[in-house]
């Protein structure tokens, strides 16, 4: 009953105040431009991600005891809001936006005990913590990358944080990272509401980056708790959009770094004309994962593969509805 009442009180935070935040930006010109990257037309307000991550962490220590880890986790999360809200503003260095990306990854992989192993231990420690951080550097960016259509980045979060809680629920266990899971699900599921198509505000970096860096970070805890094939599982079809994507530019010698729509999720959507008829099979897929996620609990190895085959079939769908053309020739037309 606790569980849900903090969903319920963030999912209605997150509602007021990014609506508050809304009217706040009327006319001030913090607006989200169309771009070779973007899918919208015209000026929409951005920065929504700022009462979302407020509400998150707002609720996470209002409502749950706060453990070591949260030590770690939740200040990083909060620099990370405040250095992407400035880039939302005005577009800070290279150096100092991977720097605070990696500063956190180093943070929330040394809030694991130097006794446990990420990867179950396949890896020497050194290289167990290396590969991690590599990892979580990747997911706060890619993360980042795929929130390119209304409600996609938002129906992601949702899956994967409350994901984390019922693997945890079903493997009959606790977690000091139950209580801030829940309450990102909870604010991300009311930043849905003024997110959904058409978007009346956008998450921006400042809500994109601290919820990779989240949702990244409760995937490392769950693997050094319960389960590697169930961390795997929860965010593989962002991860497979998004590092297909950029291994497919890389192929045809384009400049990943620049500003672009080849994504699965971007091309179907311009194909078929609707966001929302994306995010709503974005969002079948992941309920599917997150039913595989518990499965992996007892068939590690038969979830994988099960969600593998999820995946590849939602990135077919996506294909076949963005037809033959190449990216780079369907973003002409």
């Not at 890896?123 to 997911?139: E, S």
């Not at 991860?239 to 010698?253: E, F, K």
């Amino acid at each position: 009953m606790y569980e849900v009442m903090t969903v319920l009180i963030t999912f209605v935070a997150s509602v007021v105040l990014t609506h508050v935040f809304i009217r706040v930006l009327d006319g001030r010109g913090v607006v989200a431009e169309s771009n070779d990257r973007s899918m919208h037309a015209g000026q929409t307000a951005t920065g929504g991600g700022l009462p979302l991550i407020a509400a998150a962490l707002a609720g996470t220590v209002a409502l749950w005891p706060l453990a070591q880890v949260h030590a770690y986790l939740l200040p990083v999360a909060a620099l990370l809001a405040i250095v992407s809200f400035y880039d939302d503003l005005k577009p800070v260095s290279r150096l100092l936006r991977f720097g605070t990306h990696l500063l956190a990854a180093i943070s929330c992989v040394a809030s694991i005990h130097y006794a446990q192993f990420i990867f179950q231990g396949w890896l020497p420690l050194w290289l167990d913590r290396a590969v991690a951080v590599f990892a979580l550097v990747w997911f706060i960016n890619l993360f980042n990358f795929m929130d390119g259509i209304d409600g996609i980045a938002g129906v992601e979060t949702v899956f994967i944080a409350s994901g984390f809680a019922i693997v945890i629920a079903a493997a009959g266990a606790t977690s000091p990272l139950t209580g801030l899971a829940l309450a990102m699900a909870g604010a991300a599921g009311g930043f849905l509401f003024w997110n959904w198509h058409p978007a009346r505000i956008f998450l921006g970096d400042v809500g994109s980056v601290p919820l990779g860096f989240l949702c990244g970070a409760l995937m490392i805890w769950l693997a050094v708790q319960h389960s590697l094939s169930a961390a795997l599982i929860l965010p593989l079809y962002f991860v497979a959009d998004a590092t297909i994507t950029i291994l497919m530019r890389l192929r045809r010698g384009e400049k990943i770094w620049e500003p672009h729509r080849s994504h699965f999720y971007q091309r179907s959507a311009r194909a078929v004309g609707s966001h929302a008829v994306v995010v709503r099979r974005v969002a079948i897929c992941n309920a599917v994962l997150v039913a595989l996620a518990v499965l992996a609990l007892s068939m590690p190895v038969t979830a994988f593969v099960l969600a593998v085959v999820c995946v590849g079939g939602l990135l077919a769908w996506m294909e076949i509805a963005s037809g033959t053309a190449l990216p780079s020739e369907a973003e002409a037309a």
